[in-house]
């Protein structure tokens, strides 16, 4: 059975889960997943994503726009040079992930595990399906110091 290109990534489970057929003889017990309709969805919650949500909550309306994070702490990294310059501490560049998302926005505690752009449509860690017209992928960066050369020891370092 061959697949489209954007489903190649997705696991076996996913796909069972999105309904696709798989040539396996096993069975898998379906948990309890739900599937979500949303007019705008975004895949995550940092700068982009929160301000993206303000910006269309209202012109879709409540109810229409989906945030897709995990995290229930959203920390503001521009502020992490003053924590680095010791004017500011890394508990003042946090605030609560509810506290910055519109209330007309959805939160959904999850990270993504596929995406099937040609159906509009996403599949969470937990099996929820989610239906989007659009959407915006805005997961930032993870950041990697450890792949730098000697940055790891200098860290040790006074």
Known sequence: MSFPKSMRCLSHITKLKMGIKLARNFSITRGLSAEHNFKLVIVGGGAGGCGTANKFVSKFGTGEVGVIEPNTMHYYQPLWTLVGGGVKTLAQSGRPMESLLPKGANWLKDSVAGFDPENNRLVTE????????????????ELRYDKIKGLPEAFDTP
């Open 126 to 141: 937990s099996g929820d399906v989610v239906n989007y017209e659009f959407l915006v992928v805005a997961m930032g960066l």
